[in-house]
C-alpha cells in the first residue's frame, strides 16, 4: 500500500518528476503524458459517479481502481529484473470491460446515427471521460511507439473508451434518450 506523510517535496520544481524505478524525466516526457492523461480520464470518470447509482456506480468504481493501476503500470518502465515486481494491468481487467460491454450492449437500441454527447448528465459525463480515454489512448500508443510497455494497457484503455460510450447509452434509458446526430440539420 502506498503511504504519502508529506504531499509536496519540491522534487519537481525544476520541471522533471520521478518514475515508479525511481528514474527522473521531464515532467512533459511521453510517458508522464500518458499516465497524467488517464489520470484525468479518472477524474471525470469521478464527476459522472456524482450522477451513478446501484450497478453503474459499482462498475465506474472498479474502472477508477483499474485506472490508477494503469498508471502505476505507466509510470514503471519495463525491465528485465526489477528491483520490485511492478503493478501492471492484466487481461482479466480487459475481459471484465468486455463482458460488461456485452451484457450492457444487448440491451441498447441498435444506432441509426452517431450519437451527440448528452441526454442525462451521468451520459453527458460519461461521454466526457470517454474523450479522455481516448486521448490517453492516443498518449499510451505515443509511449509504445517508441518505448515497451504492458500491451494489455493498450487492451485496457482501448476497451475503456469503448465501456464509457456504451454505458452512456445504457445510462440513456438503454438508448431511448440519446441525443443522435442529425446531419446538415442547421444549415
Known amino acids: 500500500m502506498v503511504r504519502l506523510t508529506r504531499i509536496y517535496t519540491k522534487g519537481g520544481d525544476a520541471g522533471q ?49 483499474d485506472l490508477f493501476d494503469l498508471g502505476a503500470d505507466l509510470c514503471t518502465p519495463e525491465a528485465a529484473e526489477p528491483k520490485y515486481p511492478p503493478l501492471r494491468i492484466v487481461e482479466a481487467q480487459v475481459e471484465r470491460l468486455e463482458r460488461e460491454i456485452d451484457a450492457m450492449n444487448a440491451a441498447l437500441a441498435p444506432l441509426n446515427s452517431f ?7 451521468l451520459a453527458a459525463n460519461l461521454h466526457l471521460a470517454r474523450t479522455v480515454a481516448r ?27 469503448d465501456h464509457l460510450f456504451v454505458l452512456s447509452r445504457h445510462a440513456n434509458e438503454d438508448g431511448a434518450s440519446d441525443v443522435l446526430w442529425v446531419p446538415g440539420k442547421n444549415r
Do not use: W
Open 17 to 65: 518528476t520521478s518514475l515508479g524505478d525511481g528514474e527522473r524525466v521531464d515532467k512533459f516526457d511521453d510517458r508522464v503524458a500518458a499516465y497524467g492523461t488517464v489520470d484525468e480520464a479518472n477524474a471525470c470518470i469521478g464527476l459522472a459517479r456524482l450522477h451513478a447509482t446501484g450497478p453503474i456506480d459499482a462498475m465506474l468504481a472498479a474502472i477508477q481502481n
Open 115 to 121: 450519437i451527440l454527447p448528452g441526454g442525462s448528465a
Open 135 to 161: 486521448r490517453a489512448e492516443r498518449e499510451i500508443v505515443r509511449l509504445a511507439a517508441h518505448t515497451q510497455i504492458n500491451p494489455a494497457a493498450i487492451r485496457y484503455i482501448n476497451r475503456l473508451s
